[in-house]
Structure formats: structure tokens, C-alpha cells
């Protein structure tokens, strides 16, 4: 094998490696973290566990795996598990508030 040859093996091995790696190192999705949280302490305030406790516990369920691969720098899922997490927990806070009005006690 020539140096060139032996040159050029090297610096393709070097790019795939690069892009392997940028590949697998993504931004920690605080964002999503943030938005989660907070649509679970809505949800809580309008006690989204007694009035749609099916989907306060999907919520729940997805903000604790999503912490968790958060700490474990999972960040593609993490995102994933906190947008579902966020998801849940608007539908929990929708659907206990429905469930108050339709029971009459006072929605704010």
C-alpha cells in the first residue's frame, strides 16, 4: 500500500469516526424537561389524579423515564418521553376540568 493510499484510509477513518460520534452526542432537551414539569404542576393544581387519573399516571410514568434517561444522558429518548409526559398532562388537566364543570364545582 502506497502512503497516499495508507493517507487516505486514515483521513476517511477519521471522518467516520467524527461523524459517528456527532452523530451519537445530542443536546439535553431542557426544553422539553422544563415543559413537562410544568404541564404536570398544572394538572396537579387541578387534581388531575382524582378526575383523570388514567391519564395522569401515563404522564407521570413518562416524566420518571424521562428523567431518567435525562441523568443518563438518553437525550433523544428523554425528549421523546417528555413530550409524551407533557402530552398526558395537558389531557389530564383538560379532562379534570371538564369533569369539575360537569360536576359543578367552580373551573378558574
Not at 46 to 72: I, L, M, N, T, V
Amino acid at each position: 500500500m502506497t502512503v497516499q493510499k495508507a493517507t487516505s484510509s486514515l483521513v476517511l477513518g477519521l471522518v467516520v469516526f467524527v461523524f459517528l460520534f456527532s452523530a451519537c452526542s445530542t443536546v439535553p432537551p431542557l426544553d422539553e424537561y422544563a415543559l413537562a414539569r410544568t404541564a404536570l404542576e398544572a394538572a396537579r393544581d387541578k387534581d388531575a389524579a382524582r378526575y383523570a387519573p388514567s391519564y395522569w399516571h401515563r404522564a407521570e410514568e413518562f416524566y420518571r423515564k424521562g428523567e431518567s434517561r435525562f441523568r443518563d444522558e438518553e437525550y433523544e429518548e428523554a425528549e421523546k418521553d417528555f413530550r409524551d409526559a407533557r402530552a398526558f398532562a395537558e389531557k389530564a388537566e383538560n379532562t379534570a376540568r371538564l369533569q369539575k364543570h360537569k360536576s359543578g364545582e367552580v373551573v378558574p
